[in-house]
């Protein structure tokens, strides 16, 4: 009986060699490929200063992306012109998912209603991802104002046309715009103080050189405690989990005085569908974990999870808003 036996011949060899040869570089393309993705780094552009709320929510949503991802996501910080040259960065960068923006009612609601030139488009320029948190902010007076709810400081408001100093943080910031608001919807006047920032504003509450602020129940809530500042009202729809023992404005029969810090992430536009989706899919898993829910509420923000098309809608009622308010109040910002 003979043995079997396999004889290669050299065209045999040459085609072998040349599988061989293709399959190694298809495997050095895909591994490269891999390494690449894995290397890839997607930064989230907070346009504002380090250390303050904007940059906290930042860098949560990019922790909390990265370890669902197993990607590398990393915050910058870009400031300057009130939040617009990082909103501009990112208007202006390649659609690909490497550039995102820290959005926030700033740079998308109160800053294109009030400065002169804004650089961007809301509505045109930007892919409109997820929406992570918010922060109403309240009323909280220092208690020798002798007001006990929002009621007694509207009836006061109105007796002594005004008498009523409220300290903001400048011409501009959410509080300053939500006094303007409230003026406005309340038939009210008060005279207000503005700032270089909330800090000093706060300092002069305490301190009785103001009778009232505007400002976000996390920011308020550890200056409560000895009873110089009461908190009256939160201007949302619903009651804050930060303050859930002060009520909301909505509830006090003002359902359309609002004043509402939020943030999300938002890219340029153009975004392909597929980036897109991937980017949404990644941030929506990391918000959707109650650890992180947790953690929002403990650094005093209310979980506010929206994406896509709601959030798009979202925005473009909260800068209808900020524009109307502008307009009947005659606010505008230097430049």
């Not at 890839?40 to 669902?68: C, H, L, Q, Y």
């Not at 650089?119 to 892919?127: E, I």
């Not at 810090?261 to 897109?276: D, E, F, M, R, T």
């Amino acid at each position: 009986m003979t043995t079997p036996s396999f004889t290669s011949s050299p065209t045999l060899n040459r085609s072998v060699r040349r599988c061989l040869l293709q399959a190694a570089a298809a495997l050095m393309l895909a591994s490269g490929a891999g390494h690449a993705l894995a290397q890839a780094v997607t930064r989230v552009i907070v346009p504002f200063a380090p250390g303050a709320s904007n940059d906290v929510i930042g860098r949560m949503m990019a922790e909390a992306a990265a370890k669902k991802s197993g990607t590398n996501w990393i915050v910058e910080n870009r400031p300057g012109a009130g939040s617009m040259l990082g909103a501009e960065f990112v208007a202006k960068s390649a659609p690909d998912g490497s550039n995102l923006l820290l959005c926030a009612t700033a740079n998308m609601g109160i800053l294109p209603a009030i400065a002169k030139t804004v650089r961007y488009t809301v509505d045109k320029d930007f892919s409109f991802l997820v929406r992570i948190a918010s922060s109403p902010f309240a009323l909280a007076v220092n208690s020798n104002l002798g007001v006990n709810s929002f009621a007694d400081f509207v009836r006061l408001a109105k007796s002594k046309p005004g008498s009523i100093r409220i300290g903001s943080a400048g011409v501009g910031a959410l509080d300053y715009m939500g006094a303007s608001l409230m003026q406005s919807q309340l038939g009210i006047d008060v005279t207000v103080v503005p700032y270089k920032g909330m800090a000093p504003a706060l300092n002069d509450l305490r301190a009785g050189h103001v009778d009232a602020t505007i400002t976000s129940p996390g920011t308020i809530r550890p200056l409560t405690q000895d009873g110089k500042i009461k908190v009256l009202a939160v201007f949302d729809t619903q009651r804050s989990e930060v303050m859930p023992a002060v009520p909301s404005i909505a509830e006090l029969g003002h359902p359309k005085l609002l004043v509402l810090n939020w943030w999300g992430i938002c890219g340029p536009s153009k975004l392909p569908p597929q980036v897109a989706g991937n980017l949404r899919q990644v941030m929506m898993d990391a918000l959707a974990d109650p650890a992180f829910q947790r953690s929002l509420k403990e650094k005093g923000f209310d979980p506010a999870i929206q994406s896509g098309d709601d959030f798009a809608r979202f925005v473009a009622a909260d800068q209808a808003n900020w524009r109307e308010v502008a307009r009947k109040s005659n606010i505008t910002l230097d430049e």
